[in-house]
């Protein structure tokens, strides 16, 4: 059925994601710089994350790239200098700013106003300064030339101050986020998930006795006229008629 229809692939089949990352005497790691390879063949610039400190987990980081990356490659633009939703939390929206590297690289580790933030438009993007006692992994001393071609460094951005910081600070719970989809993104994974849900329906009849099983779905349930929000449910029964589970996640 993949080659039945009119629907592109996967835009993250286009690039990976490489992880590096410093660590302790312990083997711990405690800081990290993530960055793909991969988008420019795509007509966009590369992404990066630069986290200068330890982090909780790898949760959200992962959609956060994809989130991003989709919505580049769909629209034919990187949105630069400007704040963009890019989820959502029980505390509200989350927004990112992309800004090209050479002039991110000086905002790691502190807070930096909207307003210092210079127009891509009118001056050349270049290196700018950066605080000598600030390092970090991802500033120049990493960067050979396959690590300088065009890519912008994403950041988290404050609504009620109006300043950027680097995601995932250290002891910051990351949880509980959703990650806006495209319109094409959701078309593809739904049209998969019909033409799949056969295998799944199957398997589930087979094995739902089976402690070491647990069988989840994702639908769209509608909250207005022509929206829905998809939610996670547990598969408790399936029949030809209908699909009985149990909701294990928190509607926004």
Do not use: C
Request: charged share 25%; proline share 4%.
């Amino acid at each position: 059925y993949h080659v039945e229809n009119e629907l592109l692939p996967d835009i993250p089949d286009l690039y990976v994601i490489h992880s590096v990352y410093e660590d302790d005497k312990d083997g711990e790691p405690t800081q990290y710089w993530f960055h793909t390879h991969g988008l420019l063949r795509a007509g966009v610039t590369e992404i990066e994350l630069i986290i200068p400190n330890r982090i909780s987990s790898y949760y959200g980081i992962g959609d956060l790239f994809q989130t991003f990356a989709n919505n580049a490659v769909e629209n034919g633009q990187v949105p630069m200098n400007e704040p963009i939703v890019i989820a959502h939390s029980q505390q509200g929206s989350i927004h990112t700013v992309a800004v090209p590297w050479e002039k991110g690289l000086s905002y790691i580790g502190h807070k930096t106003s909207m307003d210092q933030l210079s127009s891509i438009e009118d001056e050349e993007v270049k290196l700018q300064p950066i605080d000598a006692q600030n390092t970090f992994l991802g500033g120049m001393d990493d960067r050979d030339e396959y690590h300088q071609s065009p890519s912008v460094l994403l950041f988290k951005f404050n609504t009620s101050e109006e300043y950027i910081e680097s995601f995932f600070k250290e002891h910051e719970e990351a949880t509980g986020l959703m990650f806006y989809k495209t319109n094409s993104e959701t078309d593809r994974m739904a049209y998969n998930a019909k033409n799949t849900f056969g295998y799944f329906s199957n398997i589930f009849h087979i094995e739902q006795s089976n402690e070491d099983f647990r069988f989840l779905a994702k639908f769209g349930v509608s909250y207005e006229e022509g929206k829905s929000e998809h939610m996670w449910f547990e598969m408790q029964n399936i029949t030809e008629d209908f699909i009985q589970g149990i909701l294990i996640n928190e509607p926004y």
